[in-house]
């Protein structure tokens, strides 16, 4: 195994993997003892937020010697934290193990506190409005990577506020479902009671339409919020906005979304980016409109003003946020048959769209 970090495992892996460990010397330990040892050992990291193995005060010095000599606490150090001048959200830069960067995002709402995570290092789908695709992707983030970006935002704020954050969303750097394996385990981890125990009906995961691995989700246990990045009505345009979007059809995403609200009976959020001129004219607002009428289920638009990240062009037109005027005309119209949203992305002042902040770092890093 490449990382041995101890928030890189489910409970049942952590219990198994100190089984298979132990028993080795001692096959008198029963299923018990390893219950109550992984239970204890959730309960310092996940509910007391304890990153000092030596702090496990209630295990015995020797379980907590093996412990530190099995396993690494951290697989992140915060690298750099940007307050809002808003006081509406905080943007944490990540390193990993590599000198990577990754960033993650606490949003602030009067009622709930978000964390917007990311799930891998750049993204390959490279979208021509986000500032994550620009170099492709170097990697799938670690569940480890995955944990404690929220781990280490949640024992932030707790010692900051004594707050809790109550929600996530996959919305960050890269494609939550182009590592699979790595977003189901965090599920697991975030849902878990004995971890951070958030709800399910509180977690989104965004994907710019990864058909296959829709229909696999909707089969999953966790019944969570689904997204999905449309960006267009329209193939053409959204093949040109979303490289990736050649592989898979609209119609074989919006498929796909039917079963997985077959499956979970929760509303699908549908993401819309209205860029001036390409995405927000009538013509496209009331396309919107006749696709999704076409479809079973529950729909939720949010409209999305495109946050520049530079001089970006797409068939020479500048990319550009639309003006007041038609957001509200695309608005107003999509509301007469969906229930509609604009979401102003918070933090605008410190580059709180996903890959802005490590693209500024990437910019101006040296080697
Ligand atoms: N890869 C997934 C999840 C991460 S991106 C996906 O694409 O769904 C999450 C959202 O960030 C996307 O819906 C995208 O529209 C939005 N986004 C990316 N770059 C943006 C920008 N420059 N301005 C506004 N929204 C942006
Ligand atoms: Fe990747 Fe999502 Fe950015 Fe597109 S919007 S490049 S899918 S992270």
């Not at 977003?183 to 009671?193: A, G, P, R, V, W």
């Not at 699908?268 to 927000?280: R, S, V």
Request: glycine share 2%; net charge positive; hydrophobic share 35%.
């Amino acid at each position: 195994m490449r990382f041995y970090y101890l928030k890189g495992y489910t409970y049942n892996e952590l219990k198994n993997l100190i089984k298979n460990i132990l028993t080795k010397d001692n096959s008198n330990l029963n299923e018990n003892f390893f219950d109550y040892r992984v239970d204890q050992v959730f309960n310092w990291i996940y509910k007391k937020y304890e990153e000092n193995i030596d702090n496990f005060s209630n295990l015995s010095k020797n379980f907590r010697e093996f412990l530190k000599n099995s396993f690494k606490m951290n697989s992140l150090e915060i690298y750099d934290i940007k307050f809002s001048k808003y006081n509406d959200s905080i943007k944490f830069l990540f390193k990993t193990e590599d000198n990577e960067y990754i960033e993650s995002v606490l949003m602030k709402h009067p009622d709930r506190y978000t964390v917007c995570l990311s799930t891998q290092v750049g993204c390959n789908v490279r979208c021509v409005f986000c500032a994550s695709g620009i170099n492709g992707v170097k990697r799938n983030l670690e569940l480890s990577e995955i944990i404690d970006q929220f781990f280490l935002i949640q024992k932030f704020i707790y010692l900051k506020e004594n707050k809790r954050v109550s929600n996530i969303v996959y919305m960050g750097m890269g494609e939550p479902l182009f590592n699979y394996e790595n977003l189901i385990k965090s599920l697991e981890i975030f849902t878990h009671d004995k971890a951070f125990n958030i709800s399910n009906r509180n977690i989104t995961v965004s994907t710019s339409g990864v058909v296959d691995k829709i229909y696999s989700l909707a089969d999953e246990k966790f019944k969570v919020k689904l997204a999905i990045s449309l960006h267009s009505p329209f193939e053409h345009k959204r093949q040109k906005l979303i490289p990736l979007a050649k592989k898979y059809t609209i119609q074989q995403i919006l498929k796909a979304v039917e079963y997985y609200f077959l499956k979970t009976k929760k509303r699908i959020t549908i993401e819309y980016i209205l860029l001036k001129g390409i995405t927000d004219t009538p013509e496209d607002a009331k396309e919107l409109v006749n696709l999704l009428k076409n479809y079973n289920f529950k729909v939720f638009i949010n409209l999305i003003p495109y946050n520049s990240i530079g001089e970006v062009y797409l068939d020479s037109i500048l990319l550009e946020q639309s003006d007041m005027e038609s957001i509200n005309r695309f608005y107003e119209y999509v509301k007469k048959y969906f229930e509609v949203n604009v979401r102003w992305s918070l933090g605008r002042d410190i580059n709180a769209a996903c890959g802005q902040l490590r693209r500024n770092i990437l910019n101006t890093r040296v080697n």
